[in-house]
C-alpha cells in the first residue's frame, strides 16, 4: 500500500465551486506540504503543517486553505475555485530526522472549468 | 532572483552515455540540503538523491551520482550509463532550515525534459 495517498486522483469542477482535495499518510512523520505544478513549472508550496495545531502558509496561499485533522491527513479546500487553479497537486510528508527529505502523493489533476 | 535554477529546458541523450542535468542554487544560509526528483509521464514524484551542506563527499544511489561543487553552488545529477526509461522531467530541490521568517518545504527549480533515444 502508498505509504502517502491522495484523493481524488483526478477532478473537474465549475467556477465557483467549492473543492477538498484530501491526503492521508501511514509514514507515521509529523510535517505535512500540499504543493501545486503548473505546466512547465516547478511544484511551488502553498501550505505546510508541523503537527495538528501549527499550520502555516507557504509561497502561494492565495484562494486555498487546509485543515490538519489528525497528523494522518491533511486536506487542502479551494474555497471558490477559479480556472487559474487548474494544476496538479501534491501533497508530501517529511520527517526532520532524516534531512528533510519529501515523500509525496501520486497527486491529484484538477481541472476548473 | 530564483533559488534554483536548471538551465537545460529540455535535453536528448543517446541510450548508454552519460548525462549530466545542471543545478545551481541560491542561498546564505551555512546550512541546507538539495535534492532531485524524477517525475515520468506518469506523474509522481520519485526521490533520486540528496546533497546536505556539510557533506564532504558527493552523494551517489546506484546510476546517480550528484556533483557537488559548494563553491560555485552547483549540484548538478549525473546518470551513468542511460536507459530509455530514464526519459522523463528532473526537478532539483533546495530545502532550507525554517527559522521562523521563512517557510519550510522544498523549493524547486523548473525542471529538464530529458529524452532518451534508442
Known amino acids: 500500500d502508498a505509504d502517502v495517498t491522495q484523493t481524488p486522483r483526478n477532478r473537474i469542477t465549475k467556477t465557483g465551486k467549492r473543492i477538498m482535495l484530501e491526503c492521508s499518510q501511514t509514514k507515521g512523520h509529523d510535517r505535512m506540504y500540499w504543493y501545486r505544478q503548473d505546466p512547465g513549472l516547478g511544484l511551488r508550496l502553498i501550505y505546510y503543517?508541523?503537527?495538528?495545531?501549527?499550520?502555516n502558509k507557504g509561497e502561494i496561499s492565495d484562494g486555498y486553505s487546509v485543515s490538519r485533522q489528525a497528523q494522518a491527513k491533511f486536506s487542502l479546500s479551494l474555497e471558490s475555485a477559479i480556472p487559474n487553479q487548474t494544476a496538479l497537486y501534491f501533497c508530501?510528508?517529511?520527517?526532520?530526522?532524516?534531512?528533510?527529505?519529501?515523500?509525496f502523493g501520486p497527486g491529484t489533476r484538477l481541472t476548473v472549468l | 532572483a530564483q533559488k534554483i535554477t536548471q538551465t537545460q529546458p529540455g535535453m536528448f541523450v543517446q541510450e548508454k552515455e552519460a548525462v549530466t542535468l545542471d543545478c545551481t542554487y541560491d542561498?546564505?544560509?551555512?546550512?541546507?540540503?538539495l535534492f532531485w526528483y524524477k517525475q515520468p509521464s506518469s506523474g509522481e514524484m520519485i526521490f533520486l538523491i540528496y546533497q546536505g551542506s556539510y557533506d564532504q563527499q558527493n552523494a551517489t544511489e546506484g546510476r546517480y551520482s550528484l556533483n557537488f561543487q559548494k563553491a560555485r553552488k552547483s549540484a548538478n545529477l549525473v546518470i551513468s550509463a542511460s536507459q530509455l526509461g530514464d526519459s522523463a522531467m528532473y526537478f532539483c530541490?533546495?530545502?532550507?532550515?525554517?527559522?521562523?521568517?521563512?517557510?519550510?518545504?522544498?523549493?524547486f527549480g523548473k525542471g529538464t525534459h530529458l529524452i532518451i533515444q534508442p
Open positions: 508530501a510528508t517529511s520527517d526532520f530526522e532524516t534531512g528533510g527529505e519529501q515523500f
Open positions: 530541490a533546495m530545502r532550507e532550515p525554517y527559522s521562523g521568517g521563512g517557510a519550510d518545504g522544498l523549493t
Open positions: 542561498t546564505s544560509d551555512p546550512s541546507y540540503g
Open positions: 503543517s508541523f503537527d495538528v495545531k501549527d499550520i
